[in-house]
């Protein structure tokens, strides 16, 4: 029997996966921010794909084939409970609907679907942070030279 019929209410609570799907501009990448509620440790399978002129094109997945057109310029990081879509050189020819599919393996309650609608004019900058989630060997040179820093002050006194 399926869980996701909505008999009782906390089995149809527990069939939803995605919590948030939300967009922003870093730099000239687009970012997506895919947010999802964890409910299993089974491996999660992704697709980020944008429906413009009434076509559906794959930006970047683990489910089906990606378009070339995107391939080259998307990339995907995966976090806790997080995963980012980062679509380089964004134009205003790629607004469309933006959506985001996740599955767990084994998942028996169907894939999880949102979706987004992206224009460039509209959107606002990312956070801060995501820099350092996106350029994470810069922050690891920062901390690596922090005691090096220190050192060199103790030999100034």
Not at 7 to 33: E, F, N, Y
Not at 45 to 74: G, L, P
Not at 111 to 119: D, E, F
């Amino acid at each position: 029997s399926n869980p996701c019929l909505p008999l009782p209410v906390l089995q149809a609570a527990h069939c939803q996966m995605i919590k948030d799907l939300s967009a922003c501009l870093l730099g000239q990448s687009l970012r997506v921010d895919c947010h999802y509620e964890n409910k299993t440790s089974n491996p999660l399978t992704y697709e980020f794909s944008i429906t413009k002129d009434n076509r559906k094109h794959v930006i970047h997945s683990t489910i089906s084939v990606s378009e070339n057109v995107y391939r080259s310029r998307a990339n995907v990081t995966m976090h806790k409970n997080l995963v980012c879509l980062y679509l380089q050189s964004f134009t205003t020819s790629d607004e469309g609907v933006y959506m985001c599919e996740l599955k767990a393996t084994n998942d028996y309650t169907g894939n999880q679907i949102k979706n987004i609608t992206v224009i460039k004019d509209k959107l606002e900058k990312c956070a801060g942070f995501s820099l350092l989630i996106q350029n994470t060997s810069w922050l690891l040179l920062l901390l690596l030279s922090l005691p090096l820093l220190q050192a060199v002050d103790f030999v100034s006194l």
